[in-house]
């Protein structure tokens, strides 16, 4: 349906496949994870992949594609988990991975070009004392700029807060998509304008991240005989910011069970706490353990633990990739748990499915404030189902996003007003960037569907002067 030939023609020498495998590889994510997304992503195909090397290479795809009005669907490692990067409206797929490499680094930050791989700029900046403030759990395969424009935080959030926090991403480099592409740098609040909005409005061509000082971590896996006291002590030692540490995911029993990796770590019957902590706060922390009623079941330096994967591998969006090796069914949301009622929303929310169904959660700061983020993992039966949990959830005060869709909008993580809609339209003036993601137009948003009732997650207004 687009005319893929004349857009070749107009390539030059920039890298392209439409090999069948190829694109059909590229045209997937990490979607699979959640079943409904299976259903209605599946088949949704490219028409070609593009793998750029330069900035100028990039410009030429971009104008050819305006040309001939074809979508573009900006990729980086694919590891998204909604869909982000499906080429819903087929069209070109542009692989940013061979756009890499350490800019520089110095005076606390990084600078990368967009399709560096996160492992990769963390083992630059290491060299001079220093890594990356947050990484996604995927930081072996996922780029910088898929971070940015996928992601919402991970590793650090629990000291840092979440990539949406000022000062998390410092500046980047976009190209518009236009006849004429422009390029822009963007500092300060404007960042936030293509933080978690799925490429659908400009193309990161270089990102800008904080750096924090490379402290020797040790992955720290704690059991306790019950939940609570496992939340009580995760939620106290994100609050102890003196502390330093970098995950604090909190996994009720059986999910160790079900994790072939983990098994046999914690007792049965015990939540396990996992956490990496800087090793000159372990004396601190293990007194922490103790004043909670736990104790450290494994304690090893990162990356040297008696499992295959570093510790991080197991939280966030990892921990439900590891049950579903135990069970592909297994599903679960993404609930806020709310910094003004933290522990009561928890412990209702807990309470509820006690001995059904377990608790997982990440607790980390947002907005200068501590909040947990997760659910249950439950085992897929009906749309009705995730339903009523969400329904549930937010009965108890806890936003919801809906992690079973692949719009901004549904997603709910990121707050859009009239300056997204204006720069969506100055930078994708055709709205050919990642369509149906990030759309402005009425009938488009209504066709993208709310799957899931889902009301978002919820964000403080910033004061102002
Ligand atoms: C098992 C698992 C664990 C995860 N853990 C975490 C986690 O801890 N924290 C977290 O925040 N996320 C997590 N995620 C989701 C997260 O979005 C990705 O892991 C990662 O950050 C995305 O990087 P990527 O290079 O793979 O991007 P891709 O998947 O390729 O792309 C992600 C989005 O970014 C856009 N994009 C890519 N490159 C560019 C560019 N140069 N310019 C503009 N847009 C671009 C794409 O169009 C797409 O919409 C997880 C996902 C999985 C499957």
Redesign the pocket.
Known sequence: MYPIQDFIGALGAVAYSIDPITVRTKSR??YA?SPLLRNSLGGKVADIVVMPSTVEEVAIVVRAAVKHRIPI?????????YG??VPTLGGIVME?TKLAGVVSVGGGVVRAL??TMASDVDAVARKSGWEMRLH???RS???I???I???????GSCQWGM?RDRGNITGMCVMSVEEEPRILELRGKDVEL?HHA??SN???LEVEMPLSPAWDWRECIVAFPDFMKAARFGVQLARETGVLKKIISLQEWPINDWMNDLRGIVPPGHTMANTMIASQCMEIFEAMVKEHGGHVASSHPEGNGPYPSPLYEYS???AL?QVQKANPKFTALQGMFPANNLLPSIEAVHRRYAGQMPLRMEIFWSQGEVVAMGSHFILYESEKQMSDLVDFMQGEGVSVANNHASGVREVGIKVIDDRDAAFKRSMDPYNLL?PG?MDFNDEEVQKSGHVLATQGWKFKQAASA
């Open positions: 994510d990490y994870i669907v900006p990729r980086g490692g694919g590891t998204a988990n982000q990067s940013m967009a399709g996604p759990s995927t395969n996922a780029t700029a898929g971070f424009a996928g992601g919402s935080g991970g590793m990539l293509v799925y490429g400009a193309i990161m966030y969006g990892h990739k990642n993601k």
